[in-house]
């Protein structure tokens, strides 16, 4: 079990502050589709692609939770989870307090009206033949049908002015290829809005914008979060920006969690050697820098059939024969804070003594 703290606890600390969202040892295999004659030959036996493997994480409402690692990771499949826009293999998602899992169609409409996404390409998102008016009312249509058309209106204006796509009868009636690619992309920000979602998933969000726009984006969904009482989980590859955006922040590598915790806590002090040669790699300003860990050898194994005992034993600089490509470390808490996890054998379980390092 990735998190070793039972969902009930996380509830009851923090006081105010309860859990939006709650994954809970959640496993996504995919079954690898073989050809006729590759059937028959493995006799029936099933390949599956272990994208997410036993994950277990909360998002408090109000707060933002950064998902980061390497391409393949599963990030992306954590988050469609999490809007159950994919059904999981094992384990619960409850969001608000609701088993996503058990919610038949209608209900299950209702609660997406609750949570939205925002995938990184804004071009392939938006719909080239609706106008940016169409497109952020679009699901308004859906999930508040009570409303007429003039109160839509009124409130894409309004959305479109809370973006900064200002005056929103300029852009209105223009069509997504009449706009940038940063404009895109506050467009499907404000659609996500148009529901007032409680949460929103951003897959990759400012991935495809020029670096100058990326922090412009950055800076926005600090405000709309604040403006519209949203909670976020932030998939990202880039360790960079969720220094910006991040409170906690959890690090995944192979289908699996291997640290989470206060953002501050994972950046200054982090525990995992997977987080570490991440850290290791985000460039800094200071050209007297020097890096101090290796980055992870060689490429993200193949997710079908992973490593034994430690995912990441072949990749790590500090690996031990016999331990760490054997046991499958378990999540245990680690570093200063209460929050903080990882599952490493060398910092957290029984091999600490082995660990030669400097922490
Ligand atoms: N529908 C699917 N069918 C089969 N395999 C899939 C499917 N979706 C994802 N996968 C596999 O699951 C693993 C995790 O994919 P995922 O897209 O979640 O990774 P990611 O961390 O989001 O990567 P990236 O940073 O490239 O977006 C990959 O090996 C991928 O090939
Ligand atoms: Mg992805």
């Not at 600390?13 to 079954?31: C, I, M, R, S």
């Not at 953002?263 to 985000?282: D, Q």
């Not at 820098?289 to 072949?314: A, D, K, M, V, W």
């Amino acid at each position: 079990m990735p998190d070793p703290r039972p969902v009930q606890e996380f509830q009851n600390d923090g006081g105010e502050q309860a859990n939006l969202v709650e994954v809970t040892d959640v496993k996504k295999w995919f079954p690898v589709q073989k050809g006729f004659i590759a059937s028959l030959l493995s006799r029936g036996h099933v390949d599956y692609v272990k994208a997410v493997d036993d994950v277990s994480f909360t998002i408090k409402r109000g707060e933002v939770l950064g998902l980061a690692g390497e391409s393949g990771s599963g990030k992306s499949t954590v988050g469609r989870l999490v809007l159950r826009l994919l059904d999981a293999t094992e384990g619960h998602v409850k969001v608000d307090g609701v088993d996503l899992g058990t919610l038949k169609r209608e209900d299950l409409r209702k609660a997406r009206s609750k949570m939205q996404v925002v995938f990184q390409d804004p071009l392939a998102s938006l719909n080239p033949r609706m106008t940016v008016g169409q497109a952020i009312e679009h699901p308004a249509q859906i999930h508040l049908p009570d409303t007429t058309f003039e109160e839509r209106k009124q409130l894409v204006f309004e959305l479109l002015e809370a973006v900064g796509m200002s005056p929103p009868d300029f852009f209105y009636d223009k069509y997504p290829h009449q706009v940038s690619g940063g404009q895109r992309q506050r467009i499907v920000l404000a659609r996500a809005l148009i529901t007032r979602p409680d949460l929103i998933v951003a897959d990759e969000p400012i991935a495809s914008a020029d670096v100058s726009v990326q922090a412009l984006l950055l800076e926005l969904m600090i405000k709309l979060k604040e403006e519209f009482d949203l909670t976020y989980l932030f998939i990202t590859h880039d360790l960079a920006t969720t220094k910006y955006i991040c409170d906690r922040i959890a690090i995944m590598y192979l289908g699996k969690i291997v640290e989470i915790g206060l953002l501050t806590e994972v950046f200054n002090n982090p525990r995992h050697p997977y987080t570490r040669s991440l850290l290791a790699a985000v460039p800094v300003p200071d050209p007297r820098h020097r890096r101090t860990e290796p980055l992870p050898q060689g490429e993200i194994p193949n997710p079908i059939n992973p490593p034994s005992g430690c995912r990441f034993h072949p990749r790590c600089p500090i690996a031990v024969e016999g331990v760490c490509d054997v046991e499958d470390p378990q999540m245990a808490r680690t570093g200063a804070s209460e929050d903080h996890f990882a599952a490493c054998h060398l910092r957290t379980g029984a091999y600490q003594h082995l660990d030669r390092r400097p922490t």
